[in-house]
């Protein structure tokens, strides 16, 4: 299975910025797109964001549109989310994983502890 190290999370002022990175060790770039989820405490797993193997193509939800980048290295095999104008509704757990396999199970989101919190107040 896909590895992951997670590095970033925190509390954040609304307005400000953050980036949560990942490395996926054992990505396949050339097979999948990979991708940044999120999930928010009483709210349903959403697909942030996701960036082709050669980066060349980006996705990003409307309701972050605008507002995060998605950058991918090849060679060091990191993906980062860079995240602006934060707003408290971006509180959630952010996490990185190949795009096709979808969100984690939130039991195994849990289980897992690696992704990365961020708080986002007013």
């Known amino acids: 299975e896909e590895q992951t190290a997670e590095s970033g999370g925190g509390p954040v002022q609304a307005g400000g910025s953050h980036r949560v990175s990942c490395t996926a060790n054992?990505?396949?770039?050339?097979?999948?797109?990979m991708g940044w989820y999120r999930q928010a405490q009483g709210k349903e797993c959403e697909l942030v964001s996701s960036?082709?193997?050669?980066?060349?193509?980006?996705w990003y939800a409307n309701s972050v549109k605008g507002r995060f980048t998605v950058s991918l290295d090849n060679t060091k095999r990191t993906v980062d989310l860079q995240m602006n104008d934060l707003k408290p509704e971006d509180t959630a757990v952010y996490y990185c994983?190949?795009?096709?396999?979808?969100?984690?199970?939130?039991?195994?989101?849990?289980?897992w502890g690696q992704g990365k919190l961020v708080t986002v107040s007013s």
């Open positions: 960036i082709s193997g050669d980066g060349r193509r980006t």
């Open positions: 994983k190949d795009e096709s396999s979808g969100c984690l199970p939130l039991s195994e989101l849990e289980a």
């Open positions: 054992g990505f396949n770039f050339d097979a999948s797109d």
